[in-house]
């Protein structure tokens, strides 16, 4: 199974601040990572899928990168609505796996 | 717009069995693979089950093989998943997914807590 590890696991920034979360698969994803956004209470919302293709209605600064086993999402000016965990998941091969979440605070 | 809406959840004795359904609209269900994502309480998320657009391809991880059974009817765009023998560990919020690139569509969840 691909193992996906998150980090931080929390991480606090203040308004404004250029963030970035970091997902690491256990081999290479090939590009097939998607990030999620969970505020509490709700279900899961897609931001990116594919490593770096923003899901329609997902603000611009919101961006993914990575590639192997390596991958990124930032987000470009902290909102306050930006508050959630974040999680990561590979569908590159069977078992589908996510990771473990970073909460993203404000300061 | 998508729409996928869960229901059949509530309380199970260990060991008993239970089903859960997902009514899917605004889309053409019958060209997605569709699955079941669950999240225990104050967890992460867990991937439990995906079916094919026919139905005739299932996959399941190891945690609930040979226990959960994955479903669909593509004439009433609906999505099954019966769960039997079921644990304490099963406890959790079930959602029902679209899989487009990856998943890309959940509903609001339904809560299925396994205890005595």
């Known amino acids: 199974d691909i193992q996906m590890t998150q980090s931080p696991s929390v991480l606090s920034a203040s308004v404004g601040d250029r963030v970035t979360l970091n997902c690491k698969a256990s081999?290479?994803?090939?590009?097939?990572l998607n990030w999620y956004q969970q505020k509490l209470g709700e279900a899961p919302k897609l931001l990116i899928y594919?490593?770096?293709n923003l899901q329609t209605g997902i603000p611009s600064r919101f961006s993914g990168s990575g590639s192997g086993t390596d991958y990124t999402l930032t987000i470009s000016s902290l909102q306050p609505e930006d508050v959630a965990t974040y999680f990561c998941?590979?569908?590159?091969?069977?078992?589908?796996?996510f990771g473990s979440g970073t909460k993203l605070e404000i300061k | 717009e998508v729409q996928l809406v869960e229901s059949g959840g509530g309380l199970v004795q260990p060991g008993r069995s239970l089903k859960l359904s997902c009514a899917a609209s605004?889309?053409?269900?019958?060209?997605?693979?569709m699955a079941w994502v669950r999240q225990a309480p104050k967890k992460g998320l867990e991937w439990v089950a995906t079916?094919?657009?026919?139905?005739?391809?299932?996959y399941y991880p190891d945690s609930v093989k040979g226990r959960f059974t994955i479903s669909r009817d593509n004439a009433k765009s609906s999505l099954y998943l019966q769960m039997n023998s079921l644990k304490s560990e099963d406890t959790a919020t079930y959602y029902c997914?679209?899989?487009?690139?990856?998943?890309?569509?959940w509903g609001q969840g339904v809560m299925v807590t396994v205890s005595s």
């Open positions: 997914a679209r899989q487009g690139a990856g998943v890309d569509y």
């Open positions: 605004g889309f053409t269900f019958s060209n997605y693979y």
């Open positions: 079916i094919s657009t026919s139905g005739s391809r299932t």
């Open positions: 081999q290479n994803i090939n590009k097939y």
């Open positions: 594919n490593t770096n």
């Open positions: 998941f590979q569908h590159n091969s069977w078992p589908l796996t």
